[in-house]
């Protein structure tokens, strides 16, 4: 059974329209992480959550937002998409004290 | 900084024979590292880490890999490889402040039957 969840699996969306992508985990993970995977690139961090506490990467842009209402669910906020945003994003929770990260299987958003 | 640094974007073996994908790290302290694989169109799937102790990590799936600190590698290894090990395999560093990992570009793996 799947326990980091994102939906949808396939995002399209136009040049400049707000997009919003989902995570929800059943694994009551008090961390919670967002990164953007380009093709052929290494995983980029975008930001992550301990409990509440929100932590941005310096080179995150402000078009990038992120919301997490409760432990289970997490959600990233595009605001205002460029062709360049176009990327897999990838959630992943984690139990503070281990160091294991669990993915979901990514959205794969698409910028027309 | 912490980073990671994977030398090839493809390794080509043939299924049976061994295999190794290269990872070499720059870290200041001690290494937190660990290896990923990723399947078409999936998530990662975590695969072993090393964090203190024997050089040699055991792992998921048959792989192990092994710590070098003169060398500052840590090549992931399997004694035979299998056409299903063919996937991308990504290896990371944990971040200084603990609290993320940086990953490298990755390498994908082709086993040929």
């Known amino acids: 059974d799947a326990m980091v969840i994102q939906n949808p699996r396939y995002q399209v969306t136009q040049f400049g329209k707000p997009v919003t992508l989902s995570c929800s985990q059943t694994l009551n993970h008090n961390v919670m992480y967002w990164y953007q995977q380009k093709s052929s690139q290494a995983p980029k961090l975008l930001f992550h959550?301990?409990?509440?506490?929100?932590?941005n990467e310096a080179d995150t842009p402000d078009n990038f937002q992120s919301r997490r209402p409760n432990t289970s669910f997490c959600f990233l906020d595009i605001r205002s998409p460029g062709l360049g945003d176009a990327a897999m994003y990838l959630c992943?929770?984690?139990?503070?004290?281990?160091?294991?990260?669990?993915f979901g299987s990514g959205t794969q958003l698409s910028v027309l | 900084a912490q980073s990671v640094a994977q030398p090839e974007d493809q390794v080509n073996v043939a299924e049976g024979n061994p295999l190794t994908v290269k990872c070499t790290y720059s870290?200041?302290?001690?290494?937190?590292l660990f290896w990923y694989v990723q399947y078409p169109n999936r998530g990662l799937q975590f695969l072993l880490k090393?964090?203190?102790?024997?050089?040699l990590v055991k792992g998921s799936y048959g792989f192990e890999a092994e710590f070098n600190k003169s060398q500052t590698s840590f090549h992931l290894k399997k004694p035979s490889a299998l056409v299903s090990d063919s996937a991308l395999y990504f290896c990371a560093v944990l971040n200084q402040a603990g609290t993320a990992l940086i990953f490298g570009k990755g390498t994908t793996l082709s086993v040929s039957s």
């Open positions: 870290v200041s302290g001690n290494p937190y």
């Open positions: 992943a929770t984690r139990v503070l004290i281990s160091e294991k990260l669990f």
């Open positions: 090393y964090i203190t102790g024997d050089n």
């Open positions: 959550y301990y409990d509440k506490d929100f932590n």
